[in-house]
Structures are given as C-alpha cells and as structure tokens.
C-alpha cells in the first residue's frame, strides 16, 4: 500500500467537545479522542443522531469543535487563517456527501474538474487535470457520460461523479457521510469496491460514515459513536486487511 | 478563463428567464439615458446657436457720458435723462482691434458704426438700424454674404443692403434710389445694391453699408460705435467680457451670457433635470440587479456550500456575484447603447419625414454614451457588493446537512 504522508497518524482528535446553540446549549459530542493512521479505512457507526456527521464535519475542517483540537500530521487545524483552511481543503480533503451535491449548471467532467480551478490550474497543467478528470470517470465507469450536464444522470451515476471530484486533487484523506444512504445494494457494492481500489491504488486515507453494515465490515475500523462518545473502536488485524476487497 | 468568472456566467447562463429580464431592464434604462442625454444635449446646443449663432458673443462700446463723468468723478448733479447718447464713441479702436486680433479665443472681430435713422420712400418714413462694417469682417458673425438673396455682397460707390423684409414691405428692388435721413442732421441719397435675408428680425430694420460710408452719415468722423466679437466656446462669453474689460478700462464691455439669463437659468433647469431622470434610472438599473442578485444568492446557497466546502475562499465567492453584476451591467449597457443609439436615429428619421430636416440636429456624442455605459457598468458592479457580501456568511455545514 502506497503511504500519502510520511506522519504516522494522519488525523489525531484530542478532546473534542461540541456544543450547538447559544441560549439553549445541546452538547452533541462530549470529548472524544482518537487517532486515524495514514492509508486507513475507517468507519463511523452509529444511530441517527449520535453525533457522526457532527463529527465529520469537523475533522473536514468545515466546522469548528467547541473544545479541544484536530491535528493534521501534527498541525492544528485552529490555527490556521481561514484562507489557509480552504487551501488545506482543497489540496489534502476529498468530501462525498450524502446528497451527492453536484453543481447543476456544470457537466459531470466540469463538476470533476471544479477543484482544480478553485485553486487555479496553469496552461500546461489544464491538459494534464483534464486528462486525470478523464480517467477519473473512466475508472467510476462514466466513461459515456463525461459531457453530460450532471443533472441528466441518475442518482448512482452523480454520485460517482462526486468520488471522481473528491479525487481529482489527490488528497490525502476522502471523508464520505453516508456517500452510498441513498443507493440500492449493487451500487452500494460498487462503491465500496472503488473506495477500496482508491485506499490501495492511491493510499488514501478514508473516513467514511455508514449506516451499511457490509461497508462497515469490510473496512480496516470501525468506531461506533453513541450520543456522542466512542462507544467501541475495533481495528482488524493487520494481514487480514488486504483480502477483504 | 478566471474560474470565479466561468461560474459567474454559468450562473447567469443557468438562470436564463431572468437573466434575460434584467438585461432587457438595463438595456431599456441604458437606452433611455443615451436618448434623452443625446436630446436635451442637441437640443441646448440648437437653442444657444439660434440665440447666438448669428450675433455677437461679446461687444465692447465707448464708456456712456454718465459713466465717464461718474469716473471722473465731478460733484454736478448728473443724471442719465441728461444725456442724448448712453454710449460715446470708441476712439483709437485700430489699436484696440489689433491688440484683441492677436488673441485666439476670439473668433470675429468687428468694428461697427451704428446708428438710427430714417429710410424715405416716396410718402414712407421707416425706422431703421444703420450697420456700417465691412462685409468681410462681419460674415464672420452675421455671414452677410452667403444671405444676399438679390444683388451684390460687396456694395461699391453710394450702394447699400438692405434687409429682405424692409424690401418686399416697400417694394424695394436692386436700383432703387432711397434716401436715409437723420432728421435735422443729414440727408443722404443711396442706391440699393443688394437684399439680404439673415432670417432673423434684422431683416426688418437693418441697413448695411461699408464702414466708411456709415462712419460718415453717423458723423462718427474716424471712430466707430462699438467691436462686435465672437468667441469659440460660446460660454466663456463671460469670462473673455470680464479680461477685456479689465485689460480696456475706458470702454464698456458686454456679453451675451448677461443678457440672456433667463434662457440660461432655462437651460441649467434642463440640464438639471435631464441628469435627475438619469439619475433614477440608474439608480432603478442599481436596484434591479442587487435584487435579481440577492434572489441569486438564495437560490445559489447550495451551489456556494459545496464550493466553498471544496476550498473556494470568501474573496472569490464574492467575485462571482460581483462579475454577476459587471456582467450583467456590460451586456445591458451594451444593448442599452445600441438601443439608444437607434432611438437617436429614430427620432431623426421620424422629425424629418415631413420636412426633410430633422426638428433640430441631434449629433451621437461617442464620448458621452461610452462615459454613460462606464458608469452603469460601475453601478452594476456596486449593486452585487450587497448580495455578495451575503454570499460570505453562508456556511457550507448548513447546506451539506440539509441537502
Ligand atoms: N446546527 C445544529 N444545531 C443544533 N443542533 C444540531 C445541529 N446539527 C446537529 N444537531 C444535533 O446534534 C446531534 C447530532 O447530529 P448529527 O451529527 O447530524 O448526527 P448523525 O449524523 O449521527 O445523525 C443531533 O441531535 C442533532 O439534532
Ligand atoms: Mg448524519
């Protein structure tokens, strides 16, 4: 398995706490700690609630914890300026949503192509992007449907354009909420099957929310989450892991 | 191309019906701003040259008796019935109109012997003005020349002009031996060598010979009543009157701009409600796009979520809408322009069929539609700051939970 980072631990949650509301306070997770190793699989599980999509939001960098702090190969995503927090997305975050979340004025290569223009791709490295958008939806298997606007393809469809987007800057870490919630078992299967392509291929580290038990079960970890704290973290053993896929 | 301007157009190209309302809204407003500005321009630029076209911008005249004695400051008991003339004679003018020669704000300068009298025909005695100047000289102001409508333009020996009008009320022709009368003071025959017709109530009353022959009938001896000039730029009228008064203290200096205040005061009130018009409906154009833009960023939200949770920063989010706007702002303009530019031609067709020329001439001022199109360019761009600064408080957690 190819490694992304030379840090063993590519994400450390130390302490998180996060409170909504001002007046009303509901605090929805109550101090968790962990660790995720670079090139692993993990899933979130948990009941409706629990707090999982809470958290992964936060270690997306897209919300902030109320209390303690996320490191990223050892920096602290609280301290870093806001510009620089989108650059950090841009470059070494991939998200899935659960509602696939296509822009539905581009075509599926442009959706693809999108976070190369946010960080502003040069002439010769266009063709290069454009190439890799190509392969992208070649190896989701849209290869037929590369030019269509995204809102003519079909709900398993868009959401492989979303992975091939959550790819196309090669990050370090794919974070998926409930990426296949609203597929049925055979593109759910699918799915699942690239993401484990994309782990080994590339050594991408995912972190993925499901409520599907044969996503979970085929990972390298699964953290269960109850009413915001882990209720069990169980890892697989090392030489079991390669067979699974 | 900038990614913040491909999907701002994406956007405006995604958003069609309205995109294209509020285009066809800018452009409407855009064309009525060139149109109207066009008009009321064309129309002041018609009425100053009917005022002023044909007549001196500036003149200067001998100081009146009554002022002069005002200046030599004498204790009598001077008042103005006491005096025959107001204005005396303008001495040593050769060296005045040199000296006014070698300045090039000046475009006419001419002498003038100018006096009242009385032209006799048989048993008629008509009022008339007596303009002595020569022909030359005065085509400069009054384009004598190209108004002869029978005759001569250069009257030789005892010949004379007269005026259309006085003309064919008293049956004058080309030959006609008339005699000009100061009555009292001097009787005069003179042969009429040509008519002119200036178009003007001059044609009435205005009996032109050469300078000469009127400094000899007015008993001028070598002076001359007054200088007429005309200036290039119309209203600087004032301020060349107030240097030449100031540089020539003995004489009297006026200007056109004094004596027409109240069309001046009419064509201020013009310009000022021509730009108030402009005003609201640039303000109107402003307020169009803010509002299309603020629905835009509400419909937008989940479109902005998603980019931004992909690393799209605050400074460029806000780029989108403002190119939304200078977007919108350059193509209304630009329709707007044309538009506008086609009413112009419009008008001028439409006032002409009847009579071949247009009501007045309207000429399409480059200059000023490309400075009207900036400015709703740059308004346009204003009114996306509004919606775009919204655009910055969308938080991507919001819309990602919410689908
Ligand atoms: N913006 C918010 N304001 C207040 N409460 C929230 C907000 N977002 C989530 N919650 C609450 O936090 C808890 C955890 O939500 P969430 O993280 O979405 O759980 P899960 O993804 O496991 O279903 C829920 O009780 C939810 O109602
Ligand atoms: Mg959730």
């Not at chain 2, 100081?63 to 008991?77: C, F, I, T």
């Not at chain 2, 006096?115 to 009054?142: C, H, N, Q, W």
């Not at chain 2, 322009?337 to 009501?359: A, I, K, Y």
Request: hydrophobic share 45%; charged share 20%; net charge negative.
């Amino acid at each position: 398995m190819a490694e992304k980072t030379n840090c063993k631990y590519v994400l450390k949650a130390e302490g998180l706490v996060k409170v909504y509301g001002t007046t009303v306070k509901t605090e929805v997770l109550h101090g968790l700690n962990f660790s995720v190793k670079s090139g692993e699989f993990t899933s979130i599980i948990g009941y409706s609630g629990s707090g999982k999509s809470t958290l992964l939001n936060i270690l997306g960098a897209l919300d902030v914890p109320t209390e303690g702090r996320i490191l990223f190969c050892g920096e602290d995503y609280g301290k870093m300026k806001p510009d620089e927090l989108a650059d950090f997305r841009n470059k070494n975050l991939g998200f899935i949503f659960q509602f696939h979340h296509l822009l539905p004025e581009f075509t599926a290569i442009e959706n693809v192509l999108i976070p190369t223009w946010i960080s502003g791709v040069s002439g010769h490295q266009r063709e290069k992007m454009n190439r890799r958008a190509e392969e992208l939806l070649e190896m989701v298997g849209l290869k037929a449907f590369i030019h269509n606007k995204s809102t003519d393809l079909s709900g398993g469809q868009q959401q492989r354009v979303a992975i091939a987007r959550a790819l196309i800057n090669d990050p370090t870490i794919l974070l998926g909420d409930e990426p296949t919630g609203n597929l049925d078992t055979e593109t759910t299967d699918q799915i699942y099957d690239l993401f484990r392509k994309i782990n080994q291929t590339y050594g991408t580290t995912l972190i993925m929310v499901t409520h599907n038990d044969q996503i979970a079960k085929r990972s390298d970890r699964i953290i269960e989450l109850i009413d915001g704290r882990i209720h069990s973290d169980r890892e697989k053993a090392e030489e079991t892991r390669a067979d699974v896929g | 191309m900038n990614f913040e301007l491909k999907v701002a157009l994406r956007f405006l190209k995604d958003g069609r019906g309205q995109t294209v309302f509020i285009l066809l809204g800018i452009a409407v407003g855009v064309a009525v701003q060139v149109f109207i500005n066009t008009l009321i321009a064309g129309l002041q630029i018609d009425l100053v040259n009917q005022t002023v076209g044909k007549s001196p911008h500036v003149w200067m005249v001998g100081q009146s008796s009554y002022e002069a004695a005002l200046a030599a400051n004498e204790d009598a008991n001077y008042f103005r019935g006491n005096f025959e003339a107001l204005t005396s004679p303008l001495k040593n003018w050769e060296n005045i109109e040199t000296i006014l020669g070698s300045r090039t704000d000046l475009t006419a300068i001419v002498p003038v012997a100018e006096g009242s009298a009385f032209l006799i025909r048989t048993e008629e005695t008509v009022p008339v003005v007596i303009k002595g100047m020569d022909i030359a000289d005065a085509d400069g102001i009054y384009g004598i020349s190209e108004s002869i409508v029978s005759g001569t333009a250069s009257p030789g020996g005892d010949q004379i002009l007269i005026g259309s009008g006085i003309a064919s009320d008293y049956n004058l022709e080309i030959g006609d031996i008339v005699t000009l009368t100061i009555p009292g003071i001097r009787n005069q025959n003179y042969t009429i060598g040509g008519i002119f017709s200036l178009g003007s109530v001059t044609d009435d009353t205005w009996v032109v010979m050469r300078l000469s022959q009127a400094q000899k009938f007015l008993g001028l001896g070598s002076d001359v009543s007054k200088i007429e000039m005309q200036v290039a730029d119309v209203y600087s009228a004032e301020t060349i009157g107030g240097e030449l008064q100031a540089r020539f203290s003995g004489a009297s200096v006026n200007n056109w701009i004094e004596n027409n205040t109240s069309l001046l005061a009419a064509l201020n009130s013009q310009s000022m409600s021509s730009l108030i018009i402009q005003i609201f409906v640039l303000f109107s154009i402003t307020l169009g796009i803010a509002s299309v833009l603020a629905v835009s960023v509400v419909q937008k939200s989940k479109q902005i979520g998603i980019l931004k949770a992909m690393g799209t920063k605050d400074r460029q989010v806000s780029r989108i809408f403002l190119f939304q706007g200078a977007m919108m702002g350059v193509l209304g303009a630009l329709a707007g322009g044309g538009m506008g530019v086609g009413m112009v031609r419009m008008f001028l067709w439409g006032t002409s069929l009847e009579t071949g020329t247009p009501l007045f001439p309207l000429t399409i001022e480059w200059v000023r539609i490309v400075v009207i199109l900036s400015i709703v360019v740059a308004s346009s761009t204003l009114a996306a700051v509004i919606p775009a600064r919204r655009s910055l408080k969308l938080n991507p957690v919001e819309v990602i939970r919410n689908g």
